[in-house]
């Protein structure tokens, strides 16, 4: 039973504007959130994390929004940029604990 | 820098043969984990490792085993590969707590 939902498998964003991810979950007890970038032959590289305490984190061009209630995050990339084009990944835990439970994935492609 | 290295990036064996993947990672962490990655799946956790010779099973373990000898090292067997085991496996670690994975390359198994 998939916890953690990726409901767009792809997303085309042009060059400069702003790419919004999105990512749901089912069990109220995960308490930290992850987001992952993947390139094709290569694993996964850690973006930006989220606790359950917070509601937004930043870092540079990336924000992850936590909306507890509807069990929803997203990922917001602005401005987006071609070497965005991946697949990305997000995660969640409960208690900081290493059962990680990742979405299917979305492949984010920036058109220059 | 973290760094977590697989023995090999793509590897082709036949049905039945016996498969060692292994995972190499300098950061001295505790937890070290080995998922797959198949279209429309995300990654799915097969095994983890909390201390030296410690594994929990994770949400695929049918198939596989594991060996951690060496804190720094952990081996994921396929006793009996079979073609439903095609994959690309990843390897990852990471301290304990609210912290995020590490991922290696990925190993793309190919069983014929």
Known sequence: DQQVKQNSPSLSVQEGRI???NCDYTNSMFDYFLWYKKYPAEGPTFLISISSIKDKNEDGRFTVFLNK????????????????????????????????????GTRLTVIP | DVKVTQSSRYLVKRTGEKVFLECVQDMDHENMFWYRQDPGL??????????????????????????REKKERFSLILESASTNQTSMYLCASR???????????GTRLTVL
């Open chain 1, 19 to 21: 790419s919004i991810l």
């Open chain 1, 69 to 104: 209630s509807a069990k929803h995050l997203s990922l917001h990339i602005v401005p987006s940029q071609p070497g965005d084009s991946a697949v990305y990944f997000c995660a969640a835990s409960v208690g900081g604990a290493n059962n990680l439970f990742f979405g299917t």
């Open chain 2, 42 to 67: 995300g990654l799915r956790l097969i095994y983890f490792s909390y201390d030296v010779k410690m594994k929990e099973k994770g949400d695929i373990p049918e198939g596989y085993s594991v060996s």
């Open chain 2, 95 to 105: 301290w304990g707590g609210y912290n995020e994975q590490f991922f290696g390359p």
